[in-house]
């Protein structure tokens, strides 16, 4: 996948921020990449770039219109097409993140022909995998887990990676998802692959390393407990073989999302990662928890921090806060 | 889907029978729509049918030529093209039922076009789902699971189908899988969806139902304890949203089909069951275990059963030998 920089992100009708967190997650992780966003009348969200229509970001050096939703099901809004289609007239390749190929909209298809740009769907897989085989491989592998979707699990696994790399860890953040994708130029999104391959590619993306000490760090998918999605969730654990896991948690939530389930605790997600994981990895512990505090202030945020580390016995810390040291202190003590 | 009967049953150079589930399954459940098998020289296989070759079966009055294979992956070997190409040409249909597109091989796509023969990829979803909502849904559902794959729970769920009906129960067979499908008629391939949709996939299989006490009676897939397929079966736990379950077993088997993995015990299957189903049905529970006796004599068979009761306190039998009116037993004890 090649895309060509700077980017315009299109948040559409976006009803909230959550709906927008491929976008958000370029600005957070890439943000000189990134000119400004567009937003229809109706949108509710913001990843605070400027605002600017397809010719004003062509106008200000924009090659690429990033398709920066990222709703349930992957659909694509039959609203957007004339904005995609203006995009590509402004003289902007479209990228999208959906489960749907752009060109599968003639309007867009059109357009794209047209204007002599190019689309790129970077969820649709561009090669097959084999089913898994639970083979041990060389290396050693963290995954982020979640009681829910939306947690911070990528975040929590570039935060991982960085502070890996400061400290001189032979480290890889591997992207499952596409805006892990859009952030590190590579990966596989494994929601997107045909189910009984999902722990194939994902045995695909942290192929054996080649030394023992090396760390794939693995964007984690759902939640073992989400009634939509745990089924990703397990073939990515199976396929992932984590010696270790991160569990990522947002306090103030109260059902999961898109459904009326209730979050699961922390300690149902560990057990039954545990449970689970085992299978491909006997060794498998829980080394954190990273929860997501943006919703207390510093005094609260460390309270509970605090209270989860006594009641877990694990590292607790919100990786964008505080950082993850703590974590990789208990990985190290681990070992 | 509209396939022309009776069937040739391709077995290709199959080298065991097990690879040859789909062609056995449909000769098991549906004898008298197919005309014959054909056999490359090196099959080791055998679903005990007249050997013919295309021609043959076509004087005989064969319609459709059916892929009976199901290996791991699904795939299409390069050695069965000019097979299907000469199915064609002999002026019989082809269907298929692994996950690549009969007309993705371009000697096959030109055969068909140049004979006018239909190709059918049945386990290719024609239809897009939602993803899964764990919302409950009237009526009641079993599930059959495994300790592994090719176990025997689509063969469970034919005979509970038959057995409920036989008693006057309103049920109906929901078919997960190619074979599956090939035998009802309807259905959908659970591992050929899109990753996010197998639970929505799985919803969409066994609707709401008109009354309370309709049964759907739904074929399991794979083994939540298999390192390449646990997270189809995850999910289609989670969208089955089952009343009840019965394991089913293979007791001679050692390792797990494909893979290196030693086989879980019922216990192991029984509890993650729960574990993870009580999700979408808190009252989820297990009814009985169907095993696969095959390789054991009549007494064998009988004590093997009884230690599974006593060791369980479930309803333990062999579909296809003992009939499973334990199974319902012990559904109208629970009820």
Known sequence: MELKRPFLLFLGDAADDLTVKTAAGIVDWRKSWCVG????????AD???????????KAQGAETMIVGVANAGGILKESW?????????????????LHVKLEAFP????????T??????????DRTFLTGMGTKRRGRRLLTVGTDCC?????????????????????DFRAT????????GRGVAVDAVLADFISGAAEWISPEAETESHWDVIEGQGSLLHPGFAGVSLGLLHGSQPDVFVVCHEPTRKTMRGVQAPIPTIRD?????IACGRLTNPDIKCVGIAANTQALDEKEARDYLASLTSEYDLAATDPLRFGVDVILERIQYEA
């Open 37 to 44: 966003q567009w937003r229809l009348s109706e949108c509710k």
């Open 47 to 57: 990843v605070h770039l400027d605002d600017m229509s397809p010719s004003d970001a």
């Open 81 to 97: 097409i004339s904005s995609i289609v203006e995009a590509l007239e402004a003289g902007l390749d479209v990228a999208s993140g």
């Open 107 to 114: 309007a867009i298809g059109a357009a794209a022909k047209r």
């Open 116 to 125: 002599g740009r190019s689309l790129h769907n970077v969820r649709i897989p």
């Open 151 to 171: 947690v911070g699990k990528k975040y929590t696994a570039l935060s991982l990676e960085a502070a890996m790399r400061a400290k001189g860890w032979d480290a």
């Open 177 to 184: 998802g596409q805006t892990g994708i859009f952030i590190s």
């Open 269 to 273: 997600v560990i057990d039954l990662t």
